[in-house]
């Protein structure tokens, strides 16, 4: 038998979604699964997005160009002007999703073997990303402790070597919900201009900010206009994860002419995904105001909720609809499973993610899972109950 590659023998299932096996059997037995393991947000996408598709009457669904429709990518640069950035379409690539834009960033700017310093805990499929182009993730540990704060200027320097060609940000943070103030903004900026490195931001949840916070994108930190790489997604934002829409943004005309070379090879971004993510550019304020709200609500429920049953820390997260919660357990995969595998409350379990996929360093997370608060709060309620009794008869509690 033919031996697969070394890349292929190595790359890592999702932590996500690797246990979709187990909540499948589950559901067959007759039992009620509360889905807190990925970020598939219950919002409906926005109507004239939806109507968009469904009033095409185009006679050929045709190549696009491989940069993405013009029309889409000048009102992209519309969009991105009325929060501050201020970009041209040639500065935009439009991409399968945001996963294909943080794959063809990588691709176009490090060789294989650099490396790029990511805050763990990070978005699970940096991993695999960066295998795919044979680059070198070096971790840089947060902690709960201090709800994931961004490490100081002496932590990144301990580990910055000559390999070391990019540092990554999820802002606001999947995992964690964590968002990024200027001060830790202006720290980064700081390394990356002293050791010139490339400052790959990834901003798709950028709308989801609370309590009076705002976002600062990094496309506005000043002297860094060649080193910002800004990856998107509609996914988020509109409530439209399935249309696979990104973008890559950047003011160096290189990486930019390069991505387009990449985009080539791949010829083109989806046709009907462009056309719903364009139409999703006249989505009315309210709309926005609406998911706004519930979002709050959800949080406030949750963080109050958990944090009420005993050996359990949740942070309050500021952005997003994530969080990382520590809970008296030993392991949270095997907690995980367990869930879905051994018990059932009323006949209801919960499905998570553990945290420990969200690591890149051995060891870190066992005690934590991610928790996404994408599901109405009646859902929640009944979610975070079946934890709640789970914890109380799980074998492996600490």
């Keep these: ?180 103030s200027a001060a830790e903004l202006e720290t980064l900026r700081q390394i990356v201009l002293k ?38 997604s509609v996914s988020k934002r509109y409530s439209m994860c399935g249309v696979r829409v990104g973008a890559i943004i950047s003011h160096n005309k290189e990486l930019i002419n390069a991505a387009l070379r990449f985009g080539q090879a791949r010829l083109c971004p989806p046709f009907y995904g462009q056309l719903a993510a364009e139409a999703a550019l006249k989505t009315p304020k309210d709309y926005f105001d609406g998911v706004y709200n519930e979002y709050i609500a959800r949080r406030d429920y949750m963080v109050k909720a958990l944090n009420e049953i005993p050996g359990v820390y949740c942070p309050k997260p500021k952005g997003a609809f994530y969080t990382v919660v520590k809970l008296p357990i030993d392991d949270s995969e095997r907690f995980a499973r367990w869930l879905l595998e051994e018990f059932q409350y009323e006949n209801k379990t919960v499905m998570v993610a553990p945290a420990a996929g969200f690591y890149s360093t051995k060891g870190c997370g066992l005690d934590e899972v991610r928790i996404a608060y994408v599901l109405k709060i009646d859902d929640l309620k009944e979610a975070i109950k079946c934890l709640a009794e789970a914890l109380k008869v799980y074998p492996g509690r600490k």
């Design 1 to 180: 038998m033919p031996q697969l590659s070394e890349k292929g023998k190595i790359m890592p299932a999702s932590p996500i979604r690797k246990l979709v096996p187990y909540a499948d059997a589950a559901k067959k037995r007759g039992v009620k699964v509360y889905h807190l393991n990925i970020g598939q947000p219950d919002i409906v996408t926005p109507q004239c997005a939806l109507d968009a598709v469904k009033a095409y009457d185009g006679k050929v669904i045709e190549y696009s160009h491989s940069a993405g429709n013009l029309s889409y990518r000048k009102g992209l640069t519309e969009y991105y002007k009325s929060i501050g950035i201020n970009i041209t379409e040639d500065e935009i690539i439009v991409t399968n999703g945001g996963s294909e834009a943080i794959t063809i960033a990588m691709m176009a700017c490090l060789n294989p073997g650099d490396e790029i310093i990511i805050p763990e805990p990070f978005y699970t499929n940096y991993n695999s990303f960066a295998l795919q182009a044979g680059v070198k993730v070096v971790p840089i540990k947060t902690t709960i402790a201090n709800d994931f704060a961004l490490p100081s200027i002496e932590d990144f320097e301990k580990i910055i070597n000559p390999r070391t060609k990019a540092i990554m940000i999820c802002n606001p943070n999947n995992p964690t919900g964590y968002l990024y």
């Design 195 to 232: 050791y010139d490195l490339f400052l790959f931001a990834d901003e798709v949840y950028r709308e989801f900010c609370y309590d009076g916070n705002s976002h600062i994108s990094c496309m506005t930190l000043k002297g860094l206009e060649n080193n910002v790489v800004l990856m998107d």
